[in-house]
C-alpha cells in the first residue's frame, strides 16, 4: 500500500519538471507544469477550462503502399514477396471472386439456403492472411472466406460446408459461410457477433503463458465493433497484453447501417489506440499494405506480448448476404464510385502487370480455369448425401448424457416408425 | 475447512496439478471478496492469478478463448447476480462450442464458478440463484455444493470434465459450517445425487442451502407427523441424475422438492414434470 507521504514524495519530485507538450500541434506550453499524482493517470494540472474532443484532433492517416492505379509509391515499402506468392495470392481473389458469383447464383436457384459474398473485400482477406503464421489460431465473423481459403481450405471444402452434406467438417449445423477448420487453425465462426473477439484474447494469452511464439488473429466488421464483447475484448487484451491481431473490417454498412449511424469520432482506430493498443489504419483495398500490416503487427505482436489492431478500409461492393438488397440503402453515386475506382481485384492486377507478372492472357486463361475449378467443386458437393441425422444429438457434451440418450432414443423410435415422413434417402445412414 | 477454504484448497490443487491452469476474475489477485483466492497469487504466480477489468461477458469470452487454446481457465464471477452480462458467451458460445463446431473445437476444460443465494442482508441484487437459466442449455453442466466436503470434490470434478461446467457456490454456506475435507486431491461424480437419508412416506430434493433447510424438515416431520422422509441432494443441476430420484419416488410414492429460485419455470418444475413422465414409461420400479 502506497503512503500518503511518498505520494507527496512523488509529486513535489514531479512538481518542478519541466514538460514542454505539443498535442497535435494544437497547444503549446511553455511554462513548468504540475503532473497529476493519481494511481494509473498520467496529466499534468491545466487552469484552462477544455473539453476535449475528437473533433479538434488529428484524424489518423490510413496506411498505403500502392496507389488507385496499382502504383508503389515508397518503393522501400514494398514488401518482400516472391512473384510465385504474388500471383498465388492474385489468383486466390480470382477464384475467391469467381465461388462467390457461382454461390450466389446457386442461392437464388434454391440450391443453398444463404450466402453471403466479399465483393470489394478479397484483397483485404487474402493479403492480412499471408501475414500471419500459418499455426496463428485464427477466428472469423462470417466474410473471411478469403482468409480461410488462403490457408488451403478448398473451394470444395467451403461448398460442402454451404450444402450441410455429410463432406462438412461441421456435421451440417452451422448456416453456410460459417466456415473453420483445425487443420488450417481455424476456429468455426458463430452467427452472434462480436463474440469471438474475446475469444481470441483468451487464445493469445494462453499462448503468452505457453511461451508458444504464436499469436492470435481475429476479424470483425465495424458493425459488431459495437457489441459488447469488442469493447471487453479491446480492454482485456490491452491490459492483460495479449499477442492478438484485431483486424477491423470497416466496409461501410453492417447490413443497412451505414457507418455514421453505427459510431461517431474517429472510426474504430481512434477507439483501439485509446484503449492502449498500438494501431494503425490501412487502406483494405491494397494487398501489399495489408500484408505488410498484418506481417509486422504478428512480428511485434509475439516479440512483445502485446496487441495490435488494424482497421482496414474496403468498402463492401456487394450486397450483406442473399437476403439483402443494398439498392434499397446504398446511394447508386457513391456504389458507383467503389466499382469503378475501388475494387481491390483490377488494382492489385495493374501493380502484377506492371511487373510483368500477369497479362490480358493470363487473366482471360485463369479466369476459365477458376470458374471451372468452382463448378467442379459444386458438382461434387451437389452429389454428396446429407449428414447423418444422428448428428442433431451428438457432440453435445464430449460423452451423450443419460437424459440425452434417453431422447436420442424416443427420436430413432419415431422416426423409423415414420420412415416413410422423413426424407431418410437424402441422408448418409440413420 | 469451511466452504470458502475447501475452494481455496481445490484451486490449490488444481493450480498444482495443471501447469496451465488459471485462475481469474474481479479482485481475484488479492484473495476475492469472499476470500477463495487467498494467497494463491502468491503462490503460483501473477500470470496464473489475477485480476481482470470489471467485465462479466469479457471474463467469460476469455475463458473460453483460453480453454480453446488448450489452457485449463477457472474463472470467478463475483455474484451469481452479476453473471447475466456473460449470458451469451455462456450460452450461445461455451455452450455450443463443440457442437458447433463439429467437435474440432471445445472448450470443455472451461469452469465458471460464482457465488450465489441469499444471506440476508444481500437485498435483490445480491440474492439470486440463476441455476434454471441455464439447466435450459444443453452443452452445460451447472453444479451446486451443499457443504466443504462437496464443494471441493465436485469442484475439482468441474474442472477435470471436458464440458464448460458452472459452479453455483451458496454464499452463506460458506462459513457457516465446518467439514472434514482432505488437503489432498480428490473429485467426487458429477450428475450424480446424493441419498443424504434413506426413508419411505416422501422424497425430499433440494441442493446447495436447501438440503439445510430439508434436513431440518426431516426431521420434523418424523416428530410432528410421523411421516418418514428420504431425503436427497441432486447436486448436479445439469445433466441431472433422474434415476436416482425416480427410483426414490417409486418407493415412496411421494415427491416434494425445494429450492431457493423462483417458483415458475424454476429447475424443481423440471423435475416434477420428468418424474411423472418416466414413472409411466420407464421401468424404474
Given amino acids: 500500500m502506497l503512503k500518503v507521504s511518498s ?4 509529486a513535489t519530485k514531479l512538481k518542478n519538471v519541466c514538460s514542454i507538450v505539443n498535442m497535435a500541434g494544437y497547444r503549446q506550453y511553455s511554462q513548468n507544469r504540475e503532473a497529476v499524482v493519481f494511481p494509473g493517470i498520467q496529466s499534468h494540472y491545466t487552469e484552462e477550462m477544455v473539453f476535449s474532443d475528437i473533433q479538434n484532433e488529428e484524424k489518423m492517416d490510413t496506411f498505403r503502399i500502392m496507389n488507385l492505379k496499382g502504383k508503389v509509391i515508397n518503393k522501400t515499402m514494398e514488401p518482400d514477396l516472391s512473384n510465385e506468392t504474388l500471383v498465388k495470392m492474385y489468383k486466390h481473389c480470382i477464384i475467391h471472386k469467381h465461388m462467390d458469383k457461382i454461390m450466389h447464383e446457386l442461392q437464388r436457384q434454391g440450391r443453398i439456403s444463404f450466402y453471403m459474398t466479399s465483393r470489394g473485400e478479397e484483397v483485404l482477406q487474402t493479403g492480412s492472411a499471408a ?35 455429410n463432406s462438412d467438417l461441421l456435421k ?30 483468451g487464445v493469445a494469452y494462453a499462448n503468452k503463458i505457453k511461451n508458444k511464439n504464436l499469436c492470435s488473429g481475429v476479424y470483425f466488421g465495424e458493425g459488431a465493433s459495437s457489441e459488447g464483447d469488442a469493447h471487453a475484448a479491446f480492454n482485456f487484451a490491452a491490459v492483460l497484453k495479449c499477442p492478438v491481431i484485431f483486424i477491423c473490417r470497416n466496409n461501410g454498412y453492417a447490413i443497412s447501417t451505414p457507418t455514421k449511424d453505427q459510431y461517431s469520432g474517429d472510426g474504430l482506430a481512434a477507439r483501439a489506440k485509446s484503449y492502449g493498443i498500438s494501431t494503425i489504419r490501412v487502406d483494405g483495398n491494397d494487398i501489399l499494405a495489408m500484408y505488410a500490416a498484418t506481417k509486422q503487427a504478428r512480428e511485434l505482436a509475439v516479440k512483445k506480448n502485446k496487441p495490435y489492431f488494424i482497421e482496414a478500409l474496403a468498402y463492401r461492393l456487394g450486397d450483406h448476404s442473399t437476403s439483402d438488397d443494398s ?25 502484377l502487370q506492371d511487373k510483368g507478372l500477369w497479362d490480358d492472357k493470363t487473366e482471360e486463361s485463369f479466369n476459365k480455369e ?6 467442379t467443386a459444386f458438382k461434387k458437393a451437389d452429389k454428396q448425401l446429407k449428414p447423418n441425422p444422428n448428428f442433431m444429438f451428438t457432440d453435445v457434451y464430449k460423452e451423450m448424457p443419460e437424459r440425452l440418450q434417453n431422447q436420442h432414443q424416443d427420436w430413432r423410435k419415431h422416426i423409423l416408425e415414420n420412415a416413410d415422413k422423413y426424407p431418410l434417402a437424402n441422408h448418409d445412414q440413420f | 475447512m469451511n466452504l470458502f477454504e475447501s475452494i481455496t484448497s481445490a484451486l490449490d490443487c ?14 481475484v489477485g488479492f484473495g476475492g471478496v469472499f476470500r477463495c483466492t487467498v494467497g494463491l497469487q502468491e503462490k503460483y504466480g501473477a500470470d496464473r492469478v489475477f485480476n481482470t477489468p470489471l467485465s462479466e461477458q469479457g471474463i467469460a469470452g476469455f475463458a473460453i478463448g483460453l480453454a480453446v487454446a488448450g489452457a485449463t481457465p477457472i474463472a470467478e464471477m463475483q455474484f451469481a447476480d452479476y453473471i447475466f452480462p456473460a449470458f451469451d458467451q455462456i450460452v450461445n458460445e461455451a455452450a455450443k462450442f463443440r457442437y458447433r463446431s463439429g467437435n474440432l473445437f471445445d472448450c470443455g476444460k472451461l469452469t465458471i464458478r460464482a457465488p450465489c443465494g441469499a444471506v440476508g442482508h444481500g437485498a435483490l441484487y445480491h440474492s439470486q440463484s440463476p441455476e434454471a437459466y441455464f439447466a435450459h442449455t444443453p452443452g452445460l453442466k451447472v453444479v451446486i455444493p451443499r457443504g466443504p466436503f462437496n464443494a471441493k470434490g465436485l469442484l475439482t ?3 477435470n470434465d471436458p464440458n464448460p461446467c458452472i459452479f453455483f457456490e451458496p454464499k452463506i454456506l460458506y462459513r457457516s459450517a465446518i467439514e472434514e475435507v482432505p488437503v489432498g486431491d480428490y473429485s467426487l461424480p458429477l450428475s450424480q445425487a ?23 424438515v426431516v426431521k420434523l416431520a418424523q416428530e410432528k407427523l410421523k411421516v418418514n422422509c428420504e431425503l436427497i441432494d441432486l447436486r448436479t443441476i445439469l445433466p441431472w441424475d433422474e434415476e436416482t430420484i425416480a427410483k426414490s419416488v417409486a418407493k415412496t410414492g411421494r415427491l416434494l422438492i425445494a429450492h431457493e429460485a423462483p417458483l415458475t419455470g424454476g429447475f424443481g418444475a423440471e423435475i416434477a414434470a420428468s418424474i411423472q413422465v418416466s414413472l409411466i414409461t420407464r421401468a424404474y420400479y
Fill in chain 1, 7 to 10: 505520494l507527496l514524495n512523488i
Fill in chain 1, 131 to 165: 501475414g500471419f503464421h500459418p499455426e496463428d489460431l485464427l477466428f472469423g465473423q462470417y466474410r473471411e472466406a478469403g482468409v480461410i481459403f488462403w490457408r488451403g481450405f478448398s473451394v470444395y471444402d467451403m461448398i460442402s460446408q454451404c450444402y450441410s452434406n
Fill in chain 1, 172 to 201: 451440417g449445423r452451422n448456416m453456410p459461410v460459417h466456415y473453420g477448420s483445425k487443420e488450417h487453425h481455424f476456429v468455426p465462426m458463430s452467427s452472434c457477433l462480436g463474440t469471438q473477439i474475446p475469444h481470441a484474447v
Fill in chain 1, 327 to 351: 439498392t434499397v440503402y446504398k446511394n447508386a453515386e457513391e456504389q458507383e464510385y467503389w466499382l469503378v475506382q475501388g475494387d481491390p481485384i483490377p488494382r492489385f492486377r495493374k501493380y
Fill in chain 1, 370 to 375: 477458376a470458374k471451372k475449378e468452382v463448378l
Fill in chain 2, 14 to 27: 488444481a493450480l498444482k496439478r495443471d501447469p496451465s491452469a488459471c485462475v481469474f476474475g474481479e479482485d
Fill in chain 2, 157 to 159: 470434478a468441474c474442472i
Fill in chain 2, 194 to 216: 446424493e441419498v443424504l437419508v434413506e426413508g419411505s412416506d416422501i422424497t425430499l430434493v433440494g441442493w446447495g442451502t436447501q438440503v439445510h433447510v430439508l434436513r431440518e
